[in-house]
């Protein structure tokens, strides 16, 4: 079988599974008014309309009715009716009345019928419910949807299942789910005391603690040396810019809903910026420019405010407020294919620093319709892109038609340890703004022309990167990122003087270090660290201390005694400069 075949074949059981789901809802609570049950990723879901909330011992039940329908073998039965037929079918259901409503006239309208359970529904289905494994299936869990996605629609509850062909793979998949939900950076940003989000205090905007901040600070250092080894400058921009600004930009004709509302202030309406773009071509602009200038390469880890529905907005992945690891190159057509040939190449050395290995690129073309530029531009851009690609060696797709009006970009996709997918970096061509914005330089000739403008994130906004580097490190972070690098451990009172000078001497070298002197028992103490998810723990004793060495515990349990410190030492500072794991 085709990966395609497998993929329709799992749609199918899924799909049919959830017809199967909202019969036995309908068997436990007749009252209930049904909506739609698709097939998702992975498995299915199906909206309800019920008299109560659904609790997780509902859910047992349910699954039992399943399986006993599955087990009756009937079949699924197709049949075609008219539109006043299907209205009469469903007279007693409100969601789908609405929907029957909404077809336009003279559409073939076909329901299935399962025995006791009909649904309104194009198909296809499995041809019976005994195809359906009883122990392939998972109910998972509740959640509250609006009809239609729509907040001043009622609020229905969800039920989540999973289906596979077999036990088998179902039991795989429940394995990959609970390594998920362990990994999941809001259940170990609390356990690890990394950020925390306050909905009383504004949703979708981010506290770092100080643990966090360390890790946040580690990968910030890093950034800026590697930038200005790059060829950056780095610029710091206000948070804010009057009107003008964004009027001149467009960004409020085109981008006003996803920006935060005004403030005013002596008269003027002033806006929290959602990009960092106008402020850097202000910089620009701030004298004539001439080729000789060129490129300027300006990076800002810039802190962007945008307005996105609480609906969607998810721990560190979705929020209102981030920082851009950004920049804008402005360039002569000349230095174009070097430029983006470099941005790339600084890209994937970036983020394979943080051990990603795995990457594929997303090239987006002009789409049809609205854009701005001229057509040899956006060719002469997009080759680019596509050159840089290729000298990469980087696996692509091209989306045709899928840039934004104002330029052709390149995604790239990291994949994680856990096989997902995140869109990282951007570089984005621009023909807009350098037109709004009046942007010259002087060229050869002595003519003013429009400079090339780029945008680039490669870490994309750090809140976003710090929730995906948890989730792949599963909060074990490699010993450069790690808050708290060495854990240092006396065995009794006794050697709590040698505990305090090694660890001085670590701080001293720029180790991020703790020193547990608390009375707890030394096993507790370990695993505590442990827990921590602390890369090293040193332990002391007699022996260590007449000897000044160190017994190093790492975190995966394997213990090393009697090492001399120095050279402890020696094998951390060449771990972190590497930015090597244990
Ligand atoms: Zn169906
Ligand atoms: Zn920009």
């Given at each position: 079988m085709s990966k395609d075949e497998k993929q329709e074949k799992l749609d199918l059981i899924r799909h049919s599974t959830a017809h199967i789901m909202a019969e036995a809802v309908l068997e436990k609570f007749p009252e209930a008014k049904i909506a739609i049950g698709p097939s998702i990723e992975n498995g299915f879901y199906y909206d309800f309309d019920l008299p109560r909330s659904i609790t997780p011992e509902d859910l047992e039940e349910i699954s039992e009715g399943m399986r006993e329908i599955m087990k009756a073998g009937k079949d699924f039965v197709r049949k075609e009716v008219s539109k006043a037929e299907a209205l009469e079918i469903f007279k007693g259901q409100p969601y789908k009345v609405e929907l029957i409503n909404e077809l336009?006239?003279?559409?073939?309208?076909?329901?299935?019928?399962?025995?006791?359970?009909?649904?309104?529904?194009?198909?296809?289905?499995?041809?019976?419910?005994?195809?359906?494994?009883?122990?392939?299936?998972?109910?998972?869990?509740?959640?509250?949807?609006?009809?239609?996605?729509?907040?001043?629609?009622?609020?229905?509850?969800?039920?989540?299942?999973?289906?596979?062909?077999?036990?088998?793979?179902?039991?795989?998949?429940?394995?990959?789910?609970?390594?998920?939900?362990?990994?999941?950076?809001?259940?170990?940003?609390?356990?690890?005391?990394?950020?925390?989000?306050?909905?009383?205090?504004?949703?979708?905007?981010?506290?770092?603690?100080?643990?966090?901040?360390?890790?946040?600070?580690?990968?910030?250092?890093?950034?800026?040396?590697?930038?200005?080894?790059?060829?950056?400058?780095?610029?710091?921009?206000?948070?804010?810019?009057?009107?003008?600004?964004?009027?001149?930009?467009?960004?409020?004709?085109?981008?006003?809903?996803?920006?935060?509302n005004s403030m005013e202030m002596d008269a003027s309406d002033y806006y929290a910026k959602p990009m960092n773009c106008p402020f850097h071509i202000m910089i620009y602009n701030n004298k004539k420019r001439s080729y000789r200038d060129l490129p300027f390469r300006w990076a800002e880890l810039g802190t962007v405010y945008r307005y996105e529905k609480s609906g969607v907005l998810h721990g560190l992945m979705r929020v209102r407020g981030f920082t851009q690891d950004d920049a804008h190159l402005f360039c002569t057509p000349e230095q174009m294919d070097e430029e983006i040939a470099e941005t790339l190449r600084f890209s994937l050395f970036m983020l394979k620093s943080f051990g990603f290995e795995n990457f594929k690129a997303y090239l987006s073309t002009k789409p049809v319709g609205k854009s701005v530029g001229e057509d040899s531009k956006w060719d002469a851009a997009t080759e680019s892109l596509r050159k840089a690609i290729e000298k990469e060696g980087l696996e692509y797709d091209i989306d045709e038609g899928g840039g934004a009006f104002y330029g052709p970009k390149i995604d790239l996709k990291v994949k994680d340890a856990m096989g997902r997918d995140w869109q990282l970096s951007t570089i984005q061509f621009d023909f807009n703004e350098p037109e709004r914005f009046d942007m010259t330089f002087v060229d050869h000739d002595g003519k003013e022309k429009r400079p090339y403008m780029i945008h680039r994130a490669l870490l994309g906004s750090i809140e976003r990167f710090f929730g995906v580097l948890i989730e792949h490190f599963g909060g074990a972070f490699p010993v450069w990122l790690a808050p708290v690098q060495v854990c240092v451990i006396p065995v009794a009172e006794a050697f709590d003087d040698y505990a305090k000078k090694i660890s001085s001497e670590l701080k001293a070298a720029g180790i991020r270090v703790e020193t547990d002197l608390s009375d707890s028992r030394m096993n507790a103490k370990i695993r505590n660290a442990q827990n921590q998810k602390i890369p090293y723990m040193l332990i002391l004793g007699e022996k260590e201390r007449d000897e000044n060495a160190v017994s190093v515990r790492l975190r995966t349990g394997n213990q090393t005694n009697g090492v001399p410190f120095s050279e402890f030492l020696q094998n951390i500072n060449e771990k972190i400069s590497k930015k090597e794991d244990l």
């Amino acid at each position: 079988m085709s990966k395609d075949e497998k993929q329709e074949k799992l749609d199918l059981i899924r799909h049919s599974t959830a017809h199967i789901m909202a019969e036995a809802v309908l068997e436990k609570f007749p009252e209930a008014k049904i909506a739609i049950g698709p097939s998702i990723e992975n498995g299915f879901y199906y909206d309800f309309d019920l008299p109560r909330s659904i609790t997780p011992e509902d859910l047992e039940e349910i699954s039992e009715g399943m399986r006993e329908i599955m087990k009756a073998g009937k079949d699924f039965v197709r049949k075609e009716v008219s539109k006043a037929e299907a209205l009469e079918i469903f007279k007693g259901q409100p969601y789908k009345v609405e929907l029957i409503n909404e077809l336009p006239e003279g559409e073939v309208i076909t329901t299935y019928n399962q025995g006791g359970f009909t649904d309104l529904c194009r198909g296809p289905h499995v041809e019976n419910t005994g195809k359906l494994n009883p122990q392939s299936f998972k109910l998972l869990t509740i959640a509250g949807a609006y009809w239609r996605g729509d907040e001043s629609r009622p609020m229905l509850q969800r039920i989540y299942g999973t289906a596979w062909a077999n036990p088998k793979d179902l039991r795989m998949h429940l394995q990959h789910l609970e390594e998920m939900e362990k990994r999941d950076h809001r259940k170990l940003g609390k356990e690890l005391d990394l950020f925390s989000l306050h909905e009383e205090a504004g949703p979708g905007l981010v506290y770092w603690h100080p643990k966090g901040a360390r890790i946040r600070l580690a990968i910030e250092d890093f950034w800026r040396k590697e930038h200005y080894k790059n060829g950056y400058e780095l610029v710091y921009t206000p948070h804010v810019g009057k009107s003008w600004l964004w009027e001149t930009s467009g960004h409020l004709d085109f981008y006003k809903e996803g920006m935060f509302n005004s403030m005013e202030m002596d008269a003027s309406d002033y806006y929290a910026k959602p990009m960092n773009c106008p402020f850097h071509i202000m910089i620009y602009n701030n004298k004539k420019r001439s080729y000789r200038d060129l490129p300027f390469r300006w990076a800002e880890l810039g802190t962007v405010y945008r307005y996105e529905k609480s609906g969607v907005l998810h721990g560190l992945m979705r929020v209102r407020g981030f920082t851009q690891d950004d920049a804008h190159l402005f360039c002569t057509p000349e230095q174009m294919d070097e430029e983006i040939a470099e941005t790339l190449r600084f890209s994937l050395f970036m983020l394979k620093s943080f051990g990603f290995e795995n990457f594929k690129a997303y090239l987006s073309t002009k789409p049809v319709g609205k854009s701005v530029g001229e057509d040899s531009k956006w060719d002469a851009a997009t080759e680019s892109l596509r050159k840089a690609i290729e000298k990469e060696g980087l696996e692509y797709d091209i989306d045709e038609g899928g840039g934004a009006f104002y330029g052709p970009k390149i995604d790239l996709k990291v994949k994680d340890a856990m096989g997902r997918d995140w869109q990282l970096s951007t570089i984005q061509f621009d023909f807009n703004e350098p037109e709004r914005f009046d942007m010259t330089f002087v060229d050869h000739d002595g003519k003013e022309k429009r400079p090339y403008m780029i945008h680039r994130a490669l870490l994309g906004s750090i809140e976003r990167f710090f929730g995906v580097l948890i989730e792949h490190f599963g909060g074990a972070f490699p010993v450069w990122l790690a808050p708290v690098q060495v854990c240092v451990i006396p065995v009794a009172e006794a050697f709590d003087d040698y505990a305090k000078k090694i660890s001085s001497e670590l701080k001293a070298a720029g180790i991020r270090v703790e020193t547990d002197l608390s009375d707890s028992r030394m096993n507790a103490k370990i695993r505590n660290a442990q827990n921590q998810k602390i890369p090293y723990m040193l332990i002391l004793g007699e022996k260590e201390r007449d000897e000044n060495a160190v017994s190093v515990r790492l975190r995966t349990g394997n213990q090393t005694n009697g090492v001399p410190f120095s050279e402890f030492l020696q094998n951390i500072n060449e771990k972190i400069s590497k930015k090597e794991d244990l």
